[in-house]
């Protein structure tokens, strides 16, 4: 999915959890200080990430990747090459990571074929979702990338649930709208504009903190995703994307 990459596999969960340096961080802080190596992964455990592009000198206000919870907020892009990233790591929310050096993770990977295997999916995986991030912003019109927002953040968060007769999906915690602008690249008005039409539409709800959206709303992104890649692949997306969310 596009801005927030698939959790890690288990076996490289419980290699961070048993030989990794876990670290603290308040929101606003970089995962990355300038004199950290990039030859470090590092794997959230509570909390949410962003990445921009540019480094802690340049951030970008704008263009804004996610890392919730069993994911990888970096060192991954030049884990086999060593050469410099483009983009860095902060803390959106207070942040606990597991930190551990990538040639440790190698020297597993060299042990056990299951783990390389896994290690090497995984990091072909981040790519795509960074790739289809992209592809998304340069051409979906804003409406359709806040509505792939809610998608993708419903793989991670979001449960199916029957309202009054229709399937809509229940988001407990969602971004701001101040973040919201910033993965999808567009303004706080636009962004503003578009929850509005949604809500117009009766396609959005909230009892406080807790959002709500009709599941057909988002029919119309995912079947871009499905358009969008090659149809010659091993696995292909399925048609319909509501297994992926737990009822």
Known sequence: MPWITPPVPPELEALFRAEGQ???LNGGEYVYTPRMPLSLMSLITQGVAGRTFGSMYS?????????VAHRICGGNHTFHS???????YFAVTPLEVITLPNARIK????ECQTLRQAVEV??????????????????????????LYFLSWAFAYGELEMR???EWVRLE??????????VTSSSL??????YAELKAAGDLESDGSTVFIRASALDGVWAWLCSSEEITCDYARPKDWRGFLQN
């Open 22 to 24: 876990v670290r603290q």
């Open 59 to 67: 951030q970008s206000k704008q263009g804004m990747a996610l890392a």
């Open 82 to 88: 060593g050469r410099p990233g483009n983009g860095r």
């Open 107 to 110: 020297e597993r990977m060299g």
């Open 122 to 147: 995984q990091l072909e995986c981040c790519i795509q979702s960074d790739r289809i991030g992209l592809a998304a912003n340069s051409v979906l019109p804003v409406q359709d990338r806040v509505r």
């Open 164 to 166: 009054s007769g229709a």
């Open 173 to 182: 915690a969602v971004l701001p709208q101040t973040q919201v602008q910033r």
């Open 189 to 194: 008005i636009q962004v503003k504009r578009c």
